[in-house]
């Protein structure tokens, strides 16, 4: 059974840097590898619906951000590890979330994609 673990979240406070990450443990998502999918990171402010953050394509040549994080945050991945990141600088207050990965099977990681596979999330606070 395959596993998407985030990890790096934290408190920070507003104009700080985090960088998360979201392993993937397992042999594969229904028969498609690590590096044959598509990965996005999303997340979900209290009171708020889930949003797209930000995907990568499963060759990284393709990435798509939300507006509101364009700037500031970088998806990339490394398929040897198994693990996709995400960097975000310059945070704020309303990037306070739970950031969850997931996978794309058809390997385009946009926001329009599928996501069948879901890790539990990590825990982001900013402070003002």
């Known amino acids: 059974q395959v596993q998407l673990v985030e990890s790096g979240g934290g408190l920070v406070q507003a104009g700080d840097s985090l960088r998360l990450s979201c392993a993937a443990s397992?042999?594969?998502?229904?028969?498609?590898?690590?590096?044959?999918?598509?990965m996005g990171w999303f997340r979900q402010a209290p009171g708020k619906e889930r949003e797209f953050v930000a995907g990568i394509s499963w060759s990284g040549d393709t990435t798509t951000y939300a507006d509101s994080v364009k700037g500031r945050f970088t998806i990339s991945r490394d398929n040897a590890k198994k693990t996709v990141y995400l960097q975000m600088n310059s945070l704020k207050p309303e990037d306070a979330a739970v950031y969850y990965c997931?996978?794309?099977?058809?390997?385009?990681?946009?926001?329009?994609?599928?996501?069948?596979?879901w890790g539990r999330g990590t825990q982001v606070t900013v402070s003002s």
């Open positions: 397992g042999r594969t998502f229904s028969g498609r590898t690590f590096s044959s999918c598509g």
């Open positions: 997931a996978a794309d099977l058809a390997g385009r990681g946009s926001p329009q994609s599928s996501y069948p596979y």
